[in-house]
């Protein structure tokens, strides 16, 4: 049988005195004492022995004794209690101390959990999303009341059922969407976000339904507002003078008798007539394009014949290209060298007012959303005299322009998943467009597919 470590520590102690006390007796009992010294002697000795080898025993044991109730307390969650040593400086102060800023820390730790814990719910019950969490088994165990409105009914009825008997079930499936469904708490579209984490090293699932139902009326709404406007101010630009004329023309031909030169008044009406009905047709069609710009074919393609190919159809003026890495995007070619012609094609008359260069390059650029292809054409033109209305359709400041070349290119870009960038050059001497475009994840098909270009 162990023995307990006090009781060791007991031992120890008497075995350590155990060869001075032998020695003791062995001079007492075999000199000339009386025997009522011998025994007065030989009881005194053995009661101190006994004594301070219970002492030793108590001072081992004790101090244990304190940490370990400490340590109890810290795991029960009570982190108010403390040790207390005399001694701030030995080995043992030292570990009352580590023990008691342990528990400070904890109970700090604690407390900022307990205050996040209660904000994080806080922010549950007044954010106006559905909010569920799944375990492995796609059973419910977490809802906001958002999530109970949505399904109708209360977190008591819904804690330990599954997705399925939810009717939650195909949303658990992919990552962020969108999709059109019908709950108990209503209907319309919605945003779908689907992720995982952990939990006692358990995996779960996070559910976040979004109404977008109202931000999408209020988007379509604008929409339809900024269309009336265009097609409203392009309509009147073009009736207003029509209306004019045909009034003008009517005058002429109720006048009795007929002046002698209305042949020619009417030839001049008639033909202003003609011109703003051809503007207005020429505005029709440049909406259809915008209206039905397909959707992308993706496939891999290296991105140097596409700039080269944009390059040789520009005859005005000579563009320099600067070489770059071979990289391959996953994108329409065709929408992509369109892009690249309308941006060459403004850069190049912008550096023909100023007789200034035009140059074109791309490199591999790091974003947050990852890496990118950036290809920049960069003219010494005299600048973006309003970045404002850049991209605002059938906006223009060219004599003849339709106003839509940018916009179908930012069309193009954010329908690949990139952007288009255009800014003024920070010497003031040009502007520099910038076209982002996701790159193909496998790099080493990248670098094959360029070397064999």
């Known amino acids: 049988m162990k023995l307990a470590h006090e009781r060791r520590i007991q031992l120890y102690a008497l075995a350590a005195g155990l060869p001075a006390i ?16 011998q025994w007065t002697i030989s009881a005194v000795l053995g009661l101190c022995w006994l004594g301070f080898s219970n002492a030793v025993r108590e001072q081992v044991a004790s101090p244990l004794r304190t940490v370990a109730n400490l340590l109890e307390a810290i795991r029960e969650g009570d982190y108010s209690i403390r040790g207390r040593s005399s001694v701030a400086d030995d080995s043992l102060g030292e570990v009352l101390q580590q023990v008691n800023e342990m528990g400070s820390t904890l109970q700090e730790q604690r407390l900022g959990a307990l205050e996040a814990t209660a904000l994080l719910r806080k922010v549950m019950e007044e954010i106006n999303v559905a909010i569920f969490a799944f375990d492995g088994e796609s059973k419910l165990r977490l809802v906001n009341k958002g999530g109970e409105a949505l399904l109708g009914r209360p977190m008591e009825r819904l804690l330990g059922e599954t997705a399925e008997s939810l009717g939650l079930e195909d ?35 996070l559910l976040v339904l979004t109404d977008l139902t109202r931000p999408l009326r209020e988007e379509e709404l604008q929409a339809w507002q900024r269309l009336v406007r265009v097609l409203g101010h392009e309509l009147n630009n073009s009736l207003a003078p029509i209306k004019s004329i045909a009034g003008s023309l009517a005058n002429i031909v109720d006048r009795d008798p007929l002046p002698e030169d209305w042949k020619e008044d009417m030839q001049h009406g008639l033909h202003i007539i003609g011109s703003r009905a051809e503007s207005l047709q020429r505005f029709l069609s440049a909406y259809t394009r915008l209206a039905k ?19 040789a159809l520009e005859l005005r003026k000579k563009v320099e290209i600067l070489p770059g890495p071979s990289m391959v995007v996953d994108a329409d070619a065709d929408q992509v060298e369109q892009v690249l012609i309308n941006l060459i094609k403004n850069a190049v008359e912008a550096a023909q007012v100023t007789g200034g260069a035009v140059r074109v390059g791309w490199e591999r650029t790091a974003l947050l959303a990852g890496p990118r292809l950036e290809v920049w054409i960069e003219d010494e033109g005299p600048g973006l005299a309003n970045t404002a209305n850049l991209f605002v359709p059938f906006f223009t400041t060219k004599p003849g322009g339709s106003g839509i070349g940018l916009v179908l290119c930012r069309q193009i870009a954010e329908a690949h998943g990139g952007t288009l960038e255009l800014r003024n050059n920070e010497d003031k001497s040009g502007c520099t467009a910038r076209f982002f475009l996701p790159l193909v994840n496998h790099d080493s098909a990248a670098t094959a597919v360029g070397d064999s270009v």
């Open 22 to 37: 032998l020695a003791v007796f062995w001079l007492i009992w075999t000199g000339d004492y009386t025997p009522k010294v």
């Open 293 to 311: 710009l397909p959707r992308p074919s993706m496939t891999a393609t290296p991105i140097e014949p596409l700039v080269r190919r944009a390059v």
């Open 171 to 205: 949303c658990l499936r992919g990552e962020m969407r969108t999709m059109t469904r019908s709950f108990p708490g209503g209907s319309g579209r919605w945003g779908v976000g689907c992720s995982t984490f952990r939990e006692g090293g358990v995996p779960h699932q």
